[in-house]
Nanobody, 129 residues
Framework: QVQLVESGGRLVQAGGSLRLSCAASGRGFSRYRMGWFRQAPGKEREHVGDIHWSGTNVYYAESVKGRFTISRDNAKNTMYLQMNSLKPEDTAVYYC??????????????????????WGQGTQVTVSS
């Protein structure tokens, strides 16, 4: 099992950009499909996007498509979420997660909270108008 720590969240004005990082420790990071989720006040935790271990087959929620980019650097055991053109509705705690076990998710994406077993502590992103 991997351990995950998110960082980079802060207050940012609408239209601004922010890059979140997810640092992994433990064995096997490079073979896990990884996901980003977010949870806004009063709402369920929702899928933002996910990325295959190879860095290919990246999928995004419709609400962030075209604005957010997920990437990973397996040599550094780190996944990133580049967020551009931020909107107030992007305000949430952002979490990174690893799939339950290596190979649990298909190559086509993995969208459910229940498909992920390891979670970071979350990092707060607040977008002001």
């Amino acid at each position: 099992q991997v351990q995950l720590v998110e960082s980079g969240g802060r207050l940012v004005q609408a239209g601004g950009s922010l890059r979140l990082s997810c640092a992994a420790s433990g064995r096997g990071f490079s073979r896990y499909r990884m996901g980003w989720f977010r949870q806004a006040p009063g709402k369920e935790r929702e899928h933002v996007g996910d990325i295959h271990w190879s860095g290919t087959n990246v999928y995004y929620a419709e609400s962030v498509k075209g604005r957010f980019t997920i990437s990973r650097d397996n040599a550094k055991n780190t996944m990133y979420l580049q967020m551009n053109s931020l909107k107030p509705e992007d305000t949430a705690v952002y979490y990174c997660a690893a799939e339950l076990t290596v190979g649990h998710c298909s190559a086509y994406g993995c969208y459910d909270v229940a498909d992920y077993g390891a979670w970071g502590q979350g990092t707060q992103v607040t977008v002001s108008s």
